[in-house]
Every structure is written in C-alpha cells, then in structure tokens.
C-alpha cells in the first residue's frame, strides 16, 4: 500500500489553469477507474471533488476535471480563483481492497 | 443535516489502547459505509479503515491485527479499538460517510479527534 505520487507543489496565477497529477501502479490507479480527488483547507475536513476518475459530485464548480491514462490521474483547475489555494489529494481503489491517497499537493495562487 | 462527531482521543503511552468514537446523524446509517482516515500533524491523509453497512470491514496493512472498527447500528455510532499503539499513530482521525452506493469515496466527515502516542 505505497503511497500514490503527487508533486509536493504546484502554482498558478489567477484566471490561469494548472493540472495536478497522481501516479500509482497497475494494481491501483492504473486498474481500476475508481479514482477520487479531495481538496483540503488548512484546518479544515477533505472536501470530495472528483470520484470515478472524471465525475463531479453536485455543487462542485465544473472548474474542476478528471481524467485519467494508463497509471496515472489527473486533477486540472481552470480559471483559478484565490479560493482553490489549498491541498488536494488524490485517492484510488487497489487490488487489496483497501484504498491508498497521494502524498498531497499545495496549490499555491499567486 | 449530516453530522459526525468524534470522540475519544487524548495522550496515551506508545504500547497502549484508546478508542475512538464517531456519533452519526441525519442519514439513514445502515444504508452506508463508514470509514477512518487520519492525519499526521502537517503530513498527507491516510485511509485506516471501512466498515459496510452490514458490519464487514477492511484495514490498511499498517492497523491491520491492531485496530478494529465496528459499528452499532441501533446508536448510529461507530467505534475504533486501536490496540499495541505506536508514534506512528499520532494523528488527527477522521470519520467519514461514505458517497453513494462506493466505500472508497467520502463527501461527509467530521472534525477529528486527536490521538497522541507519547511517553
């Protein structure tokens, strides 16, 4: 159960897009299409922001997609605003049944 | 409106046990499954553990033979022995409420409680 690879940081001006990724293996991120995205304000409890890879759960800004190739997933934020400065963590089902999030990346809006 | 509410963490001796509480509400608690997922101070989120609404569970391999969750349905509470406990499990623990029919997705979850593992 390896953590899942994320850069430690990431950062955009605002208005600007910038994509997050998330790099796994065959036996999670790559094999299953259960792939989930949290963002998290210092402080605060992890928000859901993408789950089955590409889908938005309600009230999430379409500002926010997911896609994702072979092993890797990835989160891009457009049209960046102020308040998207924060962590986000990536997340995927394994060949364990057991689930594994990514090391966190800080978005940094300048 | 959905709540979870934590309970039970403290300081306890590396070597000890707590447990860890989280009160449910404003759902129907059977028809979901209910994880842990704690934080290191200043490190990335961890998945501990889930339990199904019928009470099958499954652990990540660092708890696993050391921690385990349960859930009584009548109180809409859920619990978390965690035994032989190590620096290693210093963390905030959340509890969360599973999204839709998955387990591995979460759009609810409480504050936190704070366990310490200190002598």
């Known amino acids: 159960q390896s953590a899942l690879t994320q850069p430690a940081s990431v950062s955009g001006s605002p208005g600007q897009s910038i994509t997050i990724s998330c790099t796994g293996t065959?036996?999670?991120?790559?094999?299953?299409?259960?792939v989930s995205w949290y963002q998290q304000h210092p402080g605060k409890a992890p928000k859901l922001m993408i789950y089955?890879?590409?889908n938005r759960p309600s009230g999430v800004s379409n500002r926010f997609s997911g896609s994702k190739s072979g092993n890797t997933a990835s989160l891009t934020i457009s049209g960046l605003q102020a308040e998207d400065e924060a962590h986000y963590y990536c997340?995927?089902?394994?060949?364990?049944?057991?689930?594994?999030f990514g090391g966190g990346t800080k978005l940094t809006v300048l | 409106e959905v709540q979870l509410l934590e309970a039970g963490g403290g300081l306890v001796h590396p070597g000890g046990s707590l447990r860890l509480s989280c009160a449910a509400s404003g759902f129907t608690f059977t028809s979901y499954g209910m994880s842990w997922v704690r934080q290191a101070p200043g490190k990335g989120l961890e998945w501990v553990s889930t339990?199904?609404?019928?009470?099958?569970?499954y652990y990540a391999d660092s708890v696993k033979g050391r921690f385990t969750f349960s859930r009584d349905n009548s109180k809409t509470t859920l619990y978390l022995q965690m035994d032989s406990l190590g620096a290693e499990d210093t963390a905030v623990y959340f509890c969360?409420?599973?999204?839709?029919?998955?387990?591995?997705?979460?759009?609810?979850w409480g504050l936190g409680t704070l366990v310490t593992v200190s002598s």
């Open positions: 339990i199904s609404g019928g009470g099958y569970t």
């Open positions: 089955d890879v590409s």
């Open positions: 969360a409420k599973a999204f839709g029919n998955s387990y591995g997705y979460w759009d609810y």
């Open positions: 065959s036996s999670d991120v790559g094999g299953y299409n259960y």
């Open positions: 997340n995927s089902y394994t060949t364990s049944t057991t689930w594994v």
